[in-house]
Nanobody
Framework: VQLVESGGGSVQAGGSLRLSCVAS????????MGWFRQAPGKEREGVAI????????YYADSLEGRFTISRDNAKKTVYLQMDSLKPEDTAMYYC??????????????????WGQGTQVTVS
C-alpha cells in the first residue's frame, strides 16, 4: 500500500487549504483512511478519519467543525478540507490507512500504512 499526500503549503490565519491523499495497492473494500498531524515536539494526533464501509467519519474534538474529510472512491483519494485555519494547525499532516476494525480510529498506533507527509504552515 502506498499513500501519497499533496496540497500542503503556507497560508494566513483564517485561510483554507485542501489536502489530498491518493492510495494505491489497497485491495480491501473496507478500511479506515484519513489524516493525522504532528507539530514539532508534540505527539502525532488524529485529525479526521473515514471508514469506507459506511462513510462514517471521526474528528478530533479540538477542530470545532473547521475541517471536513471526504473521499472519491473511484480515485482512491481522501481529501481534507481545512477552513478557518489557525496558527496552532501548523504541523506535518500525514495520511494513514488500516484495513481492520478498530475501536480507536483516531489513534495513530492503530494504523499500519502511512504517507510521507505534507507540511501545513499557518501564520
Amino acid at each position: 500500500v502506498q499513500l501519497v499526500e499533496s496540497g500542503g503549503g503556507s497560508v494566513q490565519a483564517g485561510g483554507s487549504l485542501r489536502l489530498s491523499c491518493v492510495a494505491s495497492g489497497i485491495t480491501e473494500a473496507r478500511y479506515y483512511m484519513g489524516w493525522f498531524r504532528q507539530a514539532p515536539g508534540k505527539e502525532r494526533e488524529g485529525v479526521a478519519i473515514m471508514y469506507t464501509d459506511d462513510d462514517r467519519t471521526y474528528y478530533a474534538d479540538s477542530l470545532e467543525g473547521r475541517f471536513t474529510i471526504s473521499r472519491d472512491n473511484a480515485k482512491k483519494t481522501v481529501y481534507l478540507q481545512m477552513d478557518s485555519l489557525k496558527p496552532e494547525d501548523t504541523a506535518m499532516y500525514y495520511c494513514a490507512s488500516v484495513n481492520r476494525r478498530t475501536w480507536y480510529p483516531l489513534s495513530a498506533n492503530q494504523y499500519n500504512y502511512w504517507g510521507q507527509g505534507t507540511q501545513v504552515t499557518v501564520s
